[in-house]
């Protein structure tokens, strides 16, 4: 039933950074992708071999190629880069092609000049389809320090009697301006309205610009070079949980999802097999940095199960009932994980790790009410404590602690009873007959989204999670 590689043997998703030295493309790559010093470990400073393959110890879902800028007065490298481009497009696999390229400026000053004249060619290349339809995703780097410019410009006799949110506002509506004529024009002029633009910051505070930028590079990737590869596009990247649900949603169509309620695919298997097919997709979607595979390990996977069963004691509230989604409830698990993290004592779990108390999962599949509804409750349950884990490691390395915090706050918050009282109510309102793959896979779908959290939500989810020490590990 498992396969070793995702879609159409695509296992990374394959970049271009252009840039000159300095304009911040390691730190973009680093933060985007959640590594350590991607572009400075595969070459010195101001060097660059674009068929050069980079390939994180940290993250290898993606494959980077670096290029320097378009220099004033050299414009052979546009024949460089159109010719890897064009090298990349007539690639017969989809793992060998390029599937997205950045190019990358820092936001000039008023008055300077963003594109060179090798930039303005590669653009007018771009815009003539001379380049295929490979996705170029302009990036304005360092927005961080051009908010600060634009703050110091403020005349201070405008800001009084303002509150402090009409300040950002200010500031910002104030920077787009600026940022319109100094960027947006300039670009517009030689690609057109198609080459689309992100302004990111590499800084935690704005951690919600490299998602979008994610998000655009997606959406493009999707549309001019194949579904399979914005999918891992969305798995490559670590700034954009609302990306992982929905990568692991598309995973779930093509694969196993909509065949719960036939059953067909898990026919004379056991639960317990079933279910490691289904956690197994799931977790490579939200691709941690994981060496030790805790993710992988049986002990993880029985706290997973163990919770779905001691959840298992039917709705103790009306499932329609409104209840408070996003911020809020993240926040509850926020304020749960801020009293369990203390660094003295280990984390004591309310469910038993390292055996399996549900016999159920040994029992072969075959489709009930109760077996559809455990299914569903594994399946967003693992979910919904990978986005808590997202939140409290924060890229690093995984350790067992952590892990456990995650699954211990998840439990403890109001989110785990309000995801289990939706699924019964789900069952008492539809027949078995009734629940055909389609509602099934809807089902799943809607609980996944309506618990989702965005990238813009994060820092502020963060703020009140203290930093959890993953040197020092523990067992299960």
């Known amino acids: ?140 780097t360092k927005y961080d320090r051009f908010i600060n410019r634009v703050n110091r410009t403020l005349d201070e006799s405008s800001l009084v009697g303002l509150s402090p949110n009409a300040v950002k506002e200010l500031i910002k509506n104030k920077a787009n301006a600026e940022l319109k004529e100094i960027c947006i024009g300039p670009l517009e002029k030689y690609a057109g309205s198609d080459v689309p633009h992100a302004t990111v910051s590499s800084t935690v505070e704005h951690e919600e610009t490299l998602a979008r930028l994610i998000q655009i590079t997606e959406e493009r990737v999707c549309k001019h070079v194949a579904t399979e590869a914005s999918v891992m596009t969305s798995i490559a990247q670590r700034v954009d949980p609302a990306l992982k649900f929905k990568a692991s949603i598309d995973v779930g169509k093509r694969r196993y999802w909509k065949a719960l309620a036939s059953c067909a695919a898990f026919q004379d298997r056991t639960t317990w097999d079933c279910l490691r097919v289904l956690h197994t997709d799931i977790v490579r979607v939200w691709n941690f940095h994981d060496p030790h595979g805790y993710l992988y390990s049986d002990d993880f996977r029985k706290l997973v199960v163990n919770m779905v069963d001691k959840l298992d004691i039917g709705p103790t509230t009306n499932p329609d009932r409104t209840v408070a989604i996003g911020l809020s409830t993240v926040g509850a698990v926020a304020g749960i994980v801020a009293v369990l993290a203390g660094p003295a004592a280990p984390i004591v779990l309310p469910i ?49 602690r952590v892990i456990k915090l995650a699954v211990a706050s998840y439990y403890a918050s109001p989110t785990s009873g309000e995801v289990h009282n939706r699924i019964q109510g789900y069952d008492r309102k539809m027949t078995l007959l009734e629940r055909a793959d389609r509602d099934t896979l809807d089902k799943i779908i809607e609980l996944m989204e309506l618990y989702s959290i965005d990238a813009k939500e994060i820092s502020a989810v963060r703020a009140q999670i203290p930093i959890v020490e993953s040197v020092s590990d523990e067992p299960w």
């Open 1 to 140: 039933m498992y396969s070793s590689t995702l879609h159409r043997g695509l296992t990374r998703f394959r970049i271009l950074v252009i840039g000159k030295t300095g304009v911040g493309k390691s730190s973009l790559i680093n933060r985007a992708f959640g590594v350590h010093d991607a572009i400075a470990s595969t070459h010195k400073p101001g060097e660059a071999d674009i068929d050069h393959e980079f390939i994180s110890p940290q993250n290898n879902r993606f494959v980077l190629h670096d290029s320097k800028g378009f220099e004033p007065g050299e414009e052979g490298n546009v024949n460089i880069v159109r010719g890897f481009i064009e090298r990349r497009r007539n690639m017969a696999a989809l793992k060998d092609k390029l599937h997205a390229v950045w190019l990358c400026f820092e936001i000039p000053r008023a008055g300077g000049r963003l594109l060179e004249t090798g930039t303005e060619d590669f653009l007018t290349l771009k815009r003539a389809g001379k380049l295929g339809n490979i996705p170029v995703v302009v990036v304005f």
């Open 352 to 400: 038993v790790a390292g055996v399996v108390v549900a016999k159920w999962v040994y029992d072969v599949y075959k489709l009930s009410g109760v077996v559809l509804q455990r299914f569903i409750a594994y399946i967003v349950d693992l979910t919904l404590v990978l986005q808590t884990l997202y939140l409290v490691s924060d890229g690093q390395e995984l350790s067992r």
